[in-house]
């Protein structure tokens, strides 16, 4: 089988959804899948150089930086992109969409809606009632696109996937018209490999201000719609009673909120009990996840969270709000803990598990373990994923 998956970037700092794709790419030659990633890079960008899987990076080089600024900069747009899939759609099996509300999702609208090629969507979240909620204006732009872009795409899709069933359920009558093939498919990651000394050591060395204090671990996209602020809040309501735990937020700040959410700490007293690290990756990412004492997410909206899979896989208790959508597993396993997405649940999260005697904290690290293991290591979401998109392509082009 041979596949292609459109996304608008490989660069690693947007999350989740080319996490995913890496992954299974990874896995792909060994069960004889052959996949292959359009995107809207620039040939020349650095994540494209670095990107572990065969990527067509359909972007001009040398565009100005204020080019981004602009309606169409932002959006993505890429003249060379429509052309090239309508050129080679044909030479695959399946092709895979990943994610909406980019030209990367409108160029797949062109080629692939009204023709013969299968095609799934996979939406990552990007349904949720949060952002209708929490962007009003943008929603009533989004549901203008809809009517011409996502949702013929969509609606003519042989299949739209989703991480959970939750997230179906809420994606439901995001907009309209709504007439998706819904199938929930999973989500998941990859096990922690490499020196677990060698990477606490990486993870250490990168913030010396640490020193070897004890910690809790934040690390995603600083963005508002994770509560990174609430966080912070809830952070300050315990600090005084556990002098000898400190916090770690570590990720990129897409949207230019670190020296706000600083100066909030600032306020609180809690400045030098805070540590930014930045994006980390490769041994210090898993330095982090292997030596914090729990791991923290209380997002207003998150449809799977690769993040909390790591550090499940890591044997760390998961700390997140009911609105990260595998809550349910989390709970049903008794691998974390769980409350609403608000400031005195965030202060709950933290309080509750800092009063943990050591073999309760034992018990749910153990059992963090036994969920990535059961649910959510890669190696069954890649071959459920795959099952789902061999369902699709006898029904326009026979079996591959």
Known sequence: MKLLHIISSVDPIQGGPIEGVFQQSAMAGKAGIEIHIAS???????????????????????????????????????????????????NYDAVIVNGLWNYATMGAKQ????????????????????????????????????????????????????????????????????????????????????????????????????????YLLYLSRIHQKKGVDMLIEAFGSIAEAYPDLDLVIAGPDQVGWCEDLQNLAAELGIAGRIHWPGMLTGDQKWGAFRDCEAFVLPSHQENFGVVVAEALACGKAVLISDKVQIWREVADYHAGIVKPDTIAGTRALLQEFAGLNPPAVASLEANARTLFEECFDIRKAFFKIIDAVTEIIPEKSGPA
């Open 40 to 90: 809207l890079d620039a040939p020349d960008a650095p994540w494209v150089r670095q990107c572990p899987a065969k990527v067509f990076a359909l972007g001009k080089s040398g565009r100005p930086a204020w080019r981004k600024k602009t309606p169409w900069g932002h959006y993505g747009y890429e003249p060379a992109f429509v052309p090239w899939l309508r050129d080679n759609v044909h």
């Open 111 to 214: 080629a692939l809606a009204g023709n013969d090629v299968p095609y799934a969507v996979f939406t990552h979240g990007m349904l949720d009632p949060w952002f209708r909620q929490t962007y009003p204006v943008k929603t009533m732009l989004k549901q203008a696109f809809w009517l011409f872009c996502e949702g013929p795409l969509m609606n003519r899709a042989d299949a739209v996937f989703f991480t959970t069933k939750d997230e179906m359920i809420v994606s439901h009558d995001a907009f309209r018209p709504y007439h998706v093939k819904g199938k929930v498919v999973g989500f998941g990651t990859a096990d922690v490999e490499g020196d677990e000394a060698r990477q606490v050591a990486a993870f250490r060395a990168a913030i010396p201000a640490l020193g070897d204090k004890r």
